[in-house]
């Protein structure tokens, strides 16, 4: 049982690179989320998706970008990454009213 | 705004013993759930207990239970029988009114469990 699975789990960016973090989860789940987790503080909601096609913002959404075309992909794309990224980025999906399965994170840092 | 307040930064018990782990919330949804999580440091998420707004009787999973006080906007999380393996961080999460399912989470407690 895979569960949500993201890659890569590390990588290390200049400022102004781009990249994509790569979530995918095989429990049919609709809704996905991409989290990011700073130094002692707990998970904020960047994106999220309630199915395939359908994206919405979360709290800390800018400087990042999601698509969703199929129902276990969602991939969350970083344009000019900046220092303020720096964090650990979480993946999670569920169903409805269900608790969130999360994925392992990608550590990302930005230098 | 929803909000979760976790005012417990850092917590020791001894092995063996019950702990407390403390969380309030501010929300004029009466639909939500409320959820905790547990953070290793190996850094995954793992889900430990969860409890609607609706539900008259407090969650339990095994050595996890909430003590929800609705009046008091307040979960609690009890951990019986404490163990080394319980070393960890722990967030409070909730979900509110609506069908998006979004979590926001609160600040953390690391938890330290003495020999």
């Known amino acids: 049982n895979a569960g949500v699975t993201q890659t890569p789990k590390f990588r290390i960016l200049k400022i102004g690179q781009s990249m994509t973090l790569q979530c995918a989860q095989d429990?049919?789940?609709?809704?996905m989320y991409w989290y990011r987790q700073d130094p002692g503080m707990g998970l904020k909601l960047i994106y999220y998706?309630?199915?395939?096609?359908?994206?919405d913002k979360g709290e800390v959404p800018n400087g990042y970008n999601v698509s969703r075309s199929t129902t276990e992909d969602f991939p969350l794309r970083l344009e000019l990454a900046a220092p303020s990224q720096t964090s650990v980025y979480f993946c999670?999906?569920?169903?409805?009213?269900?608790?969130?399965?999360f994925g392992d994170g990608t550590r990302l840092s930005i230098l | 705004a929803q909000k979760i307040t976790q005012t417990q930064p850092g917590m020791f018990v001894q092995e063996k013993e019950a702990v407390t782990l403390d969380c309030t919330y501010d929300?004029?949804?009466?639909?939500?759930?409320l959820f905790w999580y547990k953070q290793p440091s190996s850094g995954e998420m793992i889900f430990l207990i969860y409890?609607?707004?609706?539900?008259?009787q407090n969650a339990t999973e095994g050595r996890y239970s909430l003590n929800f006080q609705k009046a008091r906007k307040s979960a609690n999380l009890v951990i019986s029988a404490s163990q080394l393996g319980d070393s960890a961080m722990y967030f409070c999460?909730?979900?509110?009114?609506?069908?998006?399912?979004?979590?926001?989470f609160g600040t953390g407690t690391l938890l330290a469990v003495q020999p």
């Open positions: 999670a999906s569920s169903q409805q009213d269900q608790p969130q399965h």
């Open positions: 429990m049919n789940h609709n809704y």
């Open positions: 998706s309630v199915g395939a096609g359908i994206t």
């Open positions: 929300t004029s949804d009466q639909s939500y759930g």
């Open positions: 409890q609607g707004s609706y539900d008259e």
């Open positions: 999460a909730m979900t509110f009114g609506g069908a998006t399912n979004k979590l926001i």
